[in-house]
């Protein structure tokens, strides 16, 4: 396994992947990440009046945000120039979540995975700050990698 792992060096010590000699492609990833919080709570988040504003508004600029800064949170990544990112909140007031999908893309010698994973944790965490103060049971889950397109892999997708 350590043979695979990629950000080992041959004694097993973290170091940052050489990409000098790979290709440069136009590389895409989609992520998402859902908040679970009590129908009313959505509700309010839908309707735009929760007690500190437009969490969706807010939450969105955050992830964008923290995918510009992927490289400096995130020890081993390489630090990119995006070309875009978008982060969309949908609200279901009656299940009572938050799903927030992320969309960044660059052209690099990297992929965006990190980038539009980070937008929406941090996006995530966000909406739970904003309605903290009306539900103290809100859960962030299921961040995960949706699709990755570009580089050498080519092109994969959540089943």
Same mark, same amino acid.
Request: one cysteine or more; glycine letters at 10%; a negative charge.
């Given at each position: 396994? *350590?043979?695979?792992?990629?950000?080992?060096?041959?004694?097993?010590?973290?170091?940052? #992947?050489?990409?000098?000699? $790979?290709? #440069?492609?136009?590389?895409?990833? /989609?992520?998402?990440?859902? #908040?679970?919080?009590? *129908?009313?709570?959505?509700?309010?988040?839908?309707?735009?009046?929760?007690?500190?504003?437009?969490?969706?508004?807010?939450?969105?600029?955050?992830?964008?945000?923290?995918?510009?800064?992927?490289?400096?949170?995130?020890?081993?990544?390489? *630090?990119?120039?995006?070309?875009?990112?978008? /982060?969309?909140?949908?609200?279901?007031?009656?299940?009572?979540?938050?799903?927030?999908?992320?969309?960044?893309?660059?052209?690099?010698?990297?992929?965006?995975?990190?980038?539009?994973?980070?937008?929406?944790?941090?996006?995530?965490?966000?909406?739970?700050?904003? #309605?903290?103060?009306?539900? $103290?049971?809100? /859960?962030?889950?299921?961040?995960?990698?949706?699709? $990755?397109?570009?580089?050498?892999?080519?092109?994969?997708?959540?089943?």
């Amino acid at each position: 396994m *350590p043979d695979q792992l990629t950000h080992l060096d041959e004694h097993g010590a973290a170091r940052m #992947v050489d990409v000098g000699g $790979k290709d #440069v492609t136009a590389r895409r990833a /989609v992520a998402r990440a859902t #908040v679970v919080m009590g *129908p009313e709570t959505a509700a309010a988040v839908a309707a735009g009046d929760a007690p500190k504003g437009d969490v969706l508004g807010v939450a969105r600029v955050a992830g964008i945000l923290a995918a510009k800064r992927t490289g400096e949170l995130i020890p081993l990544c390489h *630090p990119l120039s995006l070309d875009h990112v978008d /982060v969309e909140g949908v609200v279901d007031a009656a299940a009572g979540t938050v799903t927030l999908t992320a969309t960044a893309s660059t052209t690099a010698r990297t992929g965006v995975e990190m980038e539009a994973m980070t937008a929406v944790s941090v996006a995530a965490l966000t909406v739970y700050d904003m #309605v903290k103060g009306l539900d $103290k049971g809100v /859960v962030v889950r299921d961040v995960l990698l949706l699709e $990755k397109t570009g580089g050498k892999s080519g092109t994969w997708r959540r089943a």
